[in-house]
Nanobody
Framework: QVQLVESGGGLVQPGGSLRLSCAAA????????IAWYRQAPGKERELVAT???????NYTDSVKGRFTISRDNAKNTVYLQMNSLKPEDTAAYYC?????????????????WGQGTQVTVSS
């Protein structure tokens, strides 16, 4: 497991951009598949994007073409560049170590959930 701290959220107008950071401590981040999740009030946590050690990337359909997940191994950090933000992107964003579990056709998070970073898109 890795220890992860999210940062970079804030208030932005529709169409604006933010870059979220997921910083790791206690392990080498490049050894793990890392995912960004988000959770809006009253809704369940939603997987947004994943990046594997070999930089295989997946996005949920609603963010394709707008969000970019990347990693900087030298800084032991995973980023989520969020462009063309929409009000429906408003949520608390979290990162976590994940593994694909073929039996359940889903990723499973393994690290302790942090506090996340709040993204609010509003005019």
């Amino acid at each position: 497991q890795v220890q992860l701290v999210e940062s970079g959220g804030g208030l932005v107008q529709p169409g604006g951009s933010l870059r979220l950071s997921c910083a790791a401590a206690g392990s080498i981040l490049s050894s793990y598949t890392i995912a960004w999740y988000r959770q809006a009030p009253g809704k369940e946590r939603e997987l947004v994007a994943t990046i594997s050690p070999d930089t295989t990337i997946n996005y949920t359909d609603s963010v394709k073409g707008r969000f970019t997940i990347s990693r900087d191994n030298a800084k032991n950090t995973v980023y989520l560049q969020m462009n063309s933000l929409k009000p429906e992107d408003t949520a608390a964003y979290y990162c976590n170590q994940v593994r694909w579990i073929a039996r359940i056709r889903d990723f499973v998070a393994y690290a302790t959930w942090g506090q996340g970073t709040q993204v609010t898109v509003s005019s």
